[in-house]
């Protein structure tokens, strides 16, 4: 007798079915088709426990593995589709968030947002706007803190190289040792636990390479990064071909590469590389008309930053910045600014808000007032000659207003007169600023700008 004549009859077909469901994947029909093989059989040959009983129970768990693997596979695929979707909207965010910060660098560095309004930097603005529509490599020279990388910023983002990358680099901070492998880059493998690693150079492919303070490159350097401009390619450290390059080289330095030239410190070849277009950045004590522009840009700026709302200069702080000769430039200008702004009680800064460098050489504190008389002699004290400084600073701050100079000082005026007459040596009214004919008037000794500047303290 064969094993299929020993088969109840429909038991095959059942079977068949059964694994017709189970190729389908349709586990819940195929468990209720093999529990009704197993009752077939069983009515068959009740009590009988042989190898095809076996049999209808192995693929009973088979079917119940295949049921609960096919769940985790599914529940496996519905996160992975749940984090494949989060990251198509982080990459579409990435994007929209990318282009916004681009655009917001191009009108931060567009030729109109610099404050400049002198005729030396008018004209430097116009060449630089000038030469962004170009790829010609441009030196950017000037005293430190005038400015260099932001100029080169508007050559980037104002010209057609805008889109591309805009690589800024401080020669000074990279070493001999690691110059080729940080401007060149360096295949894996070439030391020990080594990535490969694109360079300076080849990342700035199709945008702006910013090498900065390049007069303090060594002379080995300096021959690599001509080789580079006049071969268009770069080989990475442990590289058997180059890779070609497409960059517009932009440079600053506030040294006199003429001078460094003669002394054998700079290459020819190279300055004559890098200089196809000159901008000489003037220090800001020769673009005075830009001081207060530039003060009241950074004051808005902090203040916002700080939280403190709107603030202004009081005219002897304004006289006061106008008058320094800002050695450090911008970038000491802002350092003051953020400063005064940090350090001021008040929504307005005044001149005793400002540092003691730029107090001491502001004319407003240096300018005689009769009233006062000549200054104390050393001998006299030390705290009478600061009080004499604070009532003088406080009547150039208010343009000679007794009134609201005692309020300043937080005295009354009486006082304030006491004082004056103790420090002027019997003298108590100032010539040109007469005494209050009512208690509701006054004819102050004021400059010509207004009464802006002498708004009492809070």
């Excluded at 109109?112 to 010609?136: C, D, F, H, Y």
């Excluded at 000074?172 to 030391?191: C, H, M, N, Q």
């Excluded at 000159?278 to 001081?291: A, K, T, V």
Aim: charge should be positive; aromatic fraction near 4%.
């Amino acid at each position: 007798m064969t094993l299929l004549s020993a088969l109840p009859p429909g038991l095959v077909h059942k079977l068949a079915h059964f694994s017709t469901l189970v190729s389908q994947g349709d586990y819940t029909n195929a468990m209720t088709v093999l529990g009704g093989c197993k009752r077939l059989f069983e009515a068959v040959q009740p009590g009988c426990r042989n190898e095809l009983l076996v049999l209808f129970e192995k693929l009973e768990l088979m079917v119940l593995g295949l049921r609960q693997r096919e769940k985790l596979l599914g529940e496996a695929v519905e996160r992975l589709d749940a984090s494949h979707s989060e990251l198509r909207n982080l990459e579409l965010r990435l994007k929209r968030e990318n282009s916004a910060l681009k655009q917001q660098l191009r009108q931060r560095f567009s030729v109109g947002k610099v404050i400049g309004t002198s005729p030396k930097m008018a004209n430097i603005l116009r060449l630089a706007q000038r030469v962004a529509e170009t790829t010609v490599n441009v030196l950017i020279t000037g005293e430190t803190g005038t400015g260099k990388e932001m100029v080169a910023k508007v050559v980037h983002y104002s010209g057609q190289r805008r889109h591309g990358p805009f690589m800024a680099v401080n020669c000074t901070a990279v070493p001999d040792t690691l110059f080729e492998s940080e401007f060149f880059g360096i295949e894996k493998g070439v030391a020990t636990g080594v990535e490969k690693r694109r360079g300076l150079i080849e990342g700035s492919t199709g945008g702006t390479l910013f090498l900065d303070e390049i007069g303090d490159m060594s002379l080995a350097t300096q021959a690599k990064i001509l080789r580079v401009l006049e071969l268009g390619e770069v080989t990475p450290v442990g590289a058997r071909e180059p890779v070609p390059v497409d960059i517009r080289l932009v440079c600053a330095t506030n040294r006199d590469l003429d001078r460094d030239m003669e002394d054998g410190r700079f290459r020819r070849d190279l300055y004559y590389r890098i200089k196809v277009v000159h901008l000489d950045l003037p220090p800001l004590r020769e673009r005075r008309d830009d001081i207060l522009l530039l003060a009241e840009s950074f004051l808005t700026g902090f203040a916002h930053g700080m939280g403190r709302g709107r603030m202004t200069f009081s005219r002897a702080a304004r006289e006061a910045l106008r008058e320094y000769p800002w050695p450090g430039n911008i970038r000491e200008l802002e350092n003051e600014v953020e400063r005064a702004v940090a350090l001021a009680y008040s929504s307005k800064i005044y001149l005793d808000d400002l540092s003691e460098d730029i107090r001491r050489k502001s004319s407003a504190v240096h300018r005689t007032d009769p009233a006062l008389g000549p200054a104390p002699h050393p001998a006299s004290g030390r705290l009478k000659r600061l009080e004499r400084d604070a009532i003088l600073s406080c009547l150039a701050e208010c343009g000679g207003n007794r009134t609201k100079a005692a309020k300043m000082l937080g005295i009354s005026r009486e006082s304030l007169r006491r004082k004056l007459k103790s420090n002027g040596e019997g003298a108590d009214e100032a010539p040109g600023m007469a005494a209050p004919a009512t208690g509701t008037s006054e004819v102050t000794g004021a400059a010509p700008g207004g009464p802006e500047a002498g708004e009492p303290r809070p």
